[in-house]
């Protein structure tokens, strides 16, 4: 297969990675708009480079891998949909919620396969989770709890351009909620505070956030996010159900410490996500090359996106004005 990957950034020069390092993968092609740096990464990897993206699209590619900045997602999306190529966006496809759904709508009709970027579908503790929960052994469903902490905030630069807590921290617990139980989000109740940097309250965002999801079957999940957690990066899931309980995101690299034993420090605990979902990062890129070349459908729709974008913005809304919001379709 020959597969094109737009932005060599962190996660795209991890995705470069990874991607040349499939057997699936005979060709790869790098773009980037700082080309110097697309060229020098192409370089280590033995890759292809293209100094546009017309030319890259119509380069005869069997994929491409969208990992360019957020703004510029749908501008490339709706490139790949005309030029009919398959292809993987990481979150958001679009920057605002009108901007999704005009998106999307055009996809529908384009007949391109895409596939958008949470990993943690792709992660084996999650996708136990989920297995547990479709085979009954927790039985009926009652409390979930979600964690997401950052060891340190990012740059403040990034802040105003970030879509703000919910929407690019906490929307990985929100899919991951929607895709463990099964279950829509049919409620959200959410509050936020500031106890860092001035940044962050200059950008009209938080830097920890508590959220309330009610399922539509009622059970009911909480989920935490904070930019503050120095123990290290922090990611988690807990499923309580009438028979049984069981959770992913606790080992040897967990961030946390306990008072009463059985349980050591860790001596490495995770820096960031790369490390801690480096697996799912790589079975993700597979599963596109699957995709891409039609053997599988997208195992993380447009839809799906749309439908953790939903829970953030009624999440947003909910802090903002104190008060519980419906999600609506």
Known sequence: MRIGLIGTGRIGAFHAGTLAALPAVGRLVLHDAAERQARELAGKLGADWAGDVDGLLGSGLDGVVIAAPTAVHDTLLRAAAVAGVPVFCEKPVA????GTRALLAEFAGSGVPLQVGFQRRFDAGYTALRDAVAAGDLGWLHTVRACTADPAPPPAG?????????RDCAVHDFDSVRWVTGREVVEVSATGANRGDSAFAAAGDVDTAVTVLTLDDSTLVSCTATRYNGAGYDVRMEVAGSRSTLATGYGDRSPLRT??????SPAAPYDGFLSRFHDAYVAEMAAFTGVAAGLRPSPCTGEDALAALL???AADRSMRTGRPVRVEG
Do not use: H, K, N
């Open 95 to 98: 920057a605002t919620l009108e």
């Open 158 to 166: 990034y802040l105003p351009l970030s879509g703000g807590i919910f």
């Open 259 to 264: 008072t009463t034993g059985g349980q050591p």
């Open 311 to 313: 829970i953030a913005e």
